[in-house]
């Protein structure tokens, strides 16, 4: 893709998953979802960085603040949505719900909350890429939070000993829930946790898409030419509550102060003016439209209807 | 060297051997990995040879990691392959517990998508190892919707069902029977028919009581029935080999027909696998039984090492005979 | 009354039992000290002899279970005793449908298992015999029958007997007094303390002038005699197809007595209501050593008007024996215990038997036997035995 249609493009999902994230959270306060709800908000640039940086037969396990990923890949936000209204026309027909949503179809591999699982199941679909002598690549994401857990462990350590067409996204948002970087781990950062395992480790902004789109490349470029794992930490933060129940007391509103100055979605905007690739008339109509289409898939996914009981026996196995 | 005259003899850890030999060969998708199996043959020697008929890309020598090669295993399995896990023992199957209920089990139901991979995991007691290497571990996954679970009990069905599973889109879950490996043998060769998931086998006929087993239990049985046949008392052995889904419909048959049922495993009695197949009995059996069904399985205890310990903590056949003759006549 | 036999304590510490092996079935005779069951303990492994000889009447607890010290393990007793009720009462679902499907009547169905206990094959073994056809020797006498094939599947821990003529003979009459009289059974409990009292005092010099025991039969018969002279209704023979009844003005008591448990015979005393309580004690006597060197005859068995059977010593708390015909009643004399009891406004515990009688409603009726009891409670318990005896 040319570098302008690129960024313009990453401008548009950025802005879209926004607008859905916001969206949703209306219908969220108006007590139109089911349960929870979990956004990005801070995260787009991770989220569609990343996402860019693939190709459509590259595989991804994304977690729930990565919505934009989603998006990039195909994913419609009406079927965000009725994933956390529990509708029959949800990705998983409402079997599952909120943040468990993902379309094999589009190479994204559905998450369960038990992070980071989708961190080992992302090696396997790396294994299975790598074994059919394709150069294709899996791209792995977590939150600073699922480093602490054993599969962390274990999947970068497979991944770097089988040389597996890996890259895993760690998104420091610097908060798990309550717990801060602090109480999460004793090391300077999670890059050069990578060292541990034989793998190169790179942190960058997590707030400039442009940084979190090239350091991306460069390690789907290594892993596609058969050199292996990478781990990206970039960094941002987590701008709402873990969930929106959480009002998150125990962010010290200095530390929000700060980083609500650096919005991703605003900075990527401002970019693009400055590279020319689109005016401030541009930029906002961008967003507008943003917002309208999120509008649209609300209203379009709040009449469909729920599921009903249906042979529930009968699709725990496959034929 | 066999000459033209001489009968060949299958062991039950051959037969499993050949039969995923045979898978692999019939189909690129399968590939294995698991500790040591690779460069080692596997522990038990299962897959000896293997890594020089297949090569590394095939069988993966994996690190100490099971919850990552299980969680690997889901991924390449959603791409659609079909790996073969092997836990070195069934007991380090908990290391990959999250993997297996969270990932794996209910994929399917939550997604559509098959997950369809296949977890060997040798499995029981008697072996003097002790109680981190001897486990039973089918009652925690056969609570678990999205997994089946096989146990075979003989070299033939350990071919049939090793084909089966791997051949089944969904997760099974894989026992054999460490004890049984280098104990049993057949005359050959063996058929590589598979032998489908979800069938019981009566393997001897009765008419006064209906001997449920599977694995180990299976040998014990038929050798209690043999005993007791000399008493006059008769007894069906009914050899499950397939734990979820269970074959109700063969147990129903085989109780309504001698009105008692036994149910005999090794793992620990409570909440053993046993306690699913007494209720399933009792509750399709009820209006024809002469007595209430009877578990007989190991002591709740964690399998000891040292040998009188061992053999006080899970059937022995002394006890198995003096329970049936104790139904069937009481 | 029959014995039941406990978990003997094994040991010092020993709480528990665990029965590993009966050497004997249900309906086995037991002797004393011959082996009955192994017990397992944590200390020891036990064969177990029997305290009581009899029959194993019931078991209570089959193989392999564990039980306290202390917990009844079976009972041993006379032969024939309504015992084993624990086993039989258990019918399980097989049973009771395969039952009610063939029309069996579980009752007549012999049961297999260890405790006693009906089992499916017995049932079965049942529908297999009820779909026999009748055998042609039924009405015949028991002598002249040729023997049919037995209904009952053989199989290799059965053992087929043949019938004496005497169980064949007391089976017919059973069957046809059963059949032809409609039993009613009712009771009158007495308090035999005084009875206990004048026995205790004279039983030594009893047994030295008479050569055999002072038994509490020998009273009840001495009050049945007279309590039959005040209803002579209940001593009578009824003949429904002559319309009549036969009033008999003299006592012929039949006294049950067993031989050997082989059979069941009642030898007459004669004119036994001539006889007191000591002419009585003789005669019984005479008729046991009769018994012992089976030298009954045919005169000695016939013609009785009424008729005692005494269970006694090995008999339950109460029993409700069969008319011996042409009797239209009969008296069963039970076990003699020491049970607590009202005297006034206190409770003491005194001697008291139950006596069943078991009559024929034909011949007369609720009214007239519950005034016949209690007629002879009221002798048993108010007469004044030492003046008869000394």
């Known amino acids: 893709m040319a570098e302008r249609d690129l960024a313009v493009r990453m401008f548009e999902v950025m802005a879209l998953m926004r607008a859905v994230e916001d969206r949703m959270v209306t219908m969220y306060r108006q007590g139109e979802l ?228 650096r919005d991703p979605v605003e900075e990527c905007g401002a970019r693009l003016v400055e590279l020319g690739f689109l005016d401030e008339d541009g930029v906002a109509a961008v967003q507008a439209q943003a917002r309208k289409t999120a509008l649209e898939h609300r209203n379009k996914v709040l009449d469909m209807p729920m599921p009903e009981p249906d042979d529930e026996e009968g699709r725990v196995y496959a034929d | 060297m066999p000459t033209d005259t001489a009968v060949t003899t299958v062991s039950y850890l051959e037969a499993i051997a050949e039969a995923l030999g045979s898978e692999m060969e019939a189909d ?13 043959g596997g522990a038990f020697k ?79 007691a008697r072996l003097r190892a002790g109680p981190t290497h001897s486990q039973s571990v089918e009652a925690y996954f056969a609570h678990v919707p999205g997994l089946k679970i096989v146990a075979p009990a003989t070299p033939q069905d350990a071919a049939g069902l090793m084909i089966s599973a791997i051949r089944d889109n969904n997760p099974v879950l894989y026992l054999e029977s460490k004890y049984l490996y280098r104990r049993i043998e057949v005359p050959g060769p063996l058929s590589l028919d598979p032998v489908p998931i979800g069938s019981a086998n009566v393997v001897r006929e009765g008419r006064r009581v209906s001997l449920l087993t599977y694995s180990v239990g299976v040998h014990q049985g038929l050798e209690a029935a043999e005993q007791l046949a000399g008493e006059g008392i008769s007894v069906e052995v009914v050899d499950l080999r397939t734990l979820v889904p269970l074959d109700v419909a063969t147990i129903a048959a085989s109780v309504n027909k001698t009105s008692r049922a036994v149910v005999l495993h090794e793992d620990a009695r409570r909440l053993g696998y046993g306690a699913e197949i007494a209720a399933t009995v009792q509750e399709e059996c009820f209006w024809r039984l002469d007595g209430p069904v009877v578990r007989i399985a190991g002591k709740n205890t964690p399998i000891p ?23 069937a006549t009481t | 009354m029959a014995d039941v036999f406990k978990m003997p304590k094994l040991g010092e510490s020993v709480t528990t039992g665990t029965v590993t092996r009966w050497l004997k079935a249900v309906g086995d005779t037991v002797d004393f000290d011959e082996p009955l069951l192994e017990v397992a303990t944590d200390k020891v492994d036990s064969e177990i002899p029997s305290p009581y000889s009899g029959v194993l009447l019931e078991i209570m607890v089959p193989e392999g279970e564990t039980v306290e ?61 009820a779909s026999v056809p009748p055998s042609a020797t039924s009405s015949a006498p028991p002598a002249t029958s040729a023997p049919s094939a037995p209904a009952v599947r053989l199989g290799p821990r059965d053992e087929a007997q043949p019938l004496s003529r005497m169980r064949l003979a007391i089976g017919e009459r059973m069957v046809e007094s059963l059949r032809i009289a409609p039993h009613v059974w009712t009771s009158v409990e007495v308090d035999m303390q005084a009875i206990e009292e004048v026995r205790r005092r004279h039983k030594e010099q ?31 023979s009824i003949d429904m197809q002559a319309r009549t009844r036969v009033l008999h003005h003299y006592v012929n008591l039949g006294i049950a007595v ?133």
Not at chain 1, 52 to 59: E, G, N
């Open chain 1, 34 to 261: 089911l349960g929870s709800l979990y956004t990005g908000h801070w995260h787009e640039a991770i989220a569609v960085g990343t996402a860019a940086a693939l190709r459509p037969t590259d595989v991804l396990a994304p977690l729930h603040r990565d919505l934009g990923a989603h998006l990039w890949r195909g994913l419609e936000p009406w079927q965000v949505m009725a994933s956390f209204m529990g509708k029959a026309a949800s990705p998983t027909g409402g079997r599952d719900g909120t943040l468990h949503y993902g379309r094999l179809d589009l190479g994204i591999i559905n998450p369960v909350s038990h992070i980071p699982n989708n961190y080992p199941v992302a090696t396997g679909a790396a294994f299975a890429l790598k074994y059919r002598g394709t150069d294709g690549v899996a791209m792995a994401y977590c939150g600073d939070g699922a480093t602490s857990r054993g599969d962390f462990h274990e999947a970068l350590n497979l991944a770097a000993v089988q040389r597996l067409p890996c890259v895993f996204i760690v998104e420091n948002n610097q908060y798990a829930y309550s717990t801060p970087l602090t109480l999460t781990t004793a090391a300077a950062d999670f890059a050069s946790k990578a060292v541990a395992y034989g793998m190169p480790g790179v942190q960058v902004d997590g707030i400039d898409v442009f940084a979190v789109h090239e350091a991306a490349d460069n390690a789907v470029a290594r892993a596609r030419a058969g050199h292996g794992p990478s781990l990206i930490e970039a960094v941002t933060m987590r701008m709402h509550g873990h969930a929106e129940h959480d009002p998150a007391d125990y962010v010290p509103s200095e530390l929000a102060e700060t980083w609500a100055k």
């Open chain 2, 28 to 40: 690129p998708d399968v590939f294995l990995i698991g500790e040591d199996v690779g460069q080692f």
């Open chain 2, 46 to 124: 299962v897959t000896k040879g293997f890594l020089d008929r297949f090569g590394p890309r095939r069988v993966v020598d994996s690190p100490i990691a099971e919850s990552g090669f299980t969680g690997l295993a889901c991924g390449a399995a959603l791409m659609g392959l079909r790996p073969v896990v092997e836990f070195q023992f069934a007991d380090f199957i908990s290391c990959a517990f999250d993997q297996i209920i969270n990932n794996c089990s209910r994929h399917h139901y939550r997604t559509g998508n098959p997950i369809p991979v296949t977890f060997r995991a040798p499995f029981g």
């Open chain 2, 305 to 327: 090492t040292s040998p009188l310990l061992e053999d006080a903590a899970v059937p022995q056949l002394p006890e198995i005979i003096s329970t049936l003759r104790r139904v």
């Open chain 3, 69 to 129: 010290v202390g917990a009844a393990l079976a009972r041993i007793g006379a032969p024939g005793e309504s015992g084993g009720t624990a086993g039989r009462a258990l019918l399980s679902p097989i049973v009771r449908q395969l039952a009610a499907r063939h029309g069996i009547d579980l009752a007549t169905v012999q049961g297999s298992g260890v405790t006693g206990r009906i089992m499916r094959e017995d049932v079965e073994a049942a529908i297999a015999r």
């Open chain 3, 206 to 236: 009893f047994r030295r002038e008479e050569r055999t025991s002072l038994t509490y039969l020998a009273f009840i018969a001495r009050a049945a005699c007279d309590a039959l002279r005040a209803f002579p209704v209940v001593n009578s």
């Open chain 3, 258 to 390: 067993d031989l050997s448990e082989q059979g069941l015979v009642a030898p007459v005393i004669r004119d036994a209501d001539g006889l007191n309580v000591r002419g009585l004690a003789r005669a019984i006597r005479a008729l046991g050593e009769a018994a012992d060197a089976a030298t009954f005859t045919p005169d000695d068995l016939a013609g009785s008007t009424f008729t005692i059977t005494n269970p006694g010593p090995f008999g339950g708390y109460a029993s409700a024996p069969i008319i011996n015909q042409p009797n239209s009643a009969i008296l069963s004399a039970n076990m003699v215990s020491r049970r607590p009891t009202a005297v006034g406004d206190a409770v003491a515990v005194h001697y008291m038997t139950i006596l069943g009688f078991s009559y024929d409603h034909r011949a007369f009726d609720g009214v007239t036997a519950s005034r016949f009891l209690a007629c002879l409670r009221d002798m048993l318990q108010d007469r004044d035995w030492e003046a008869e005896l000394g």
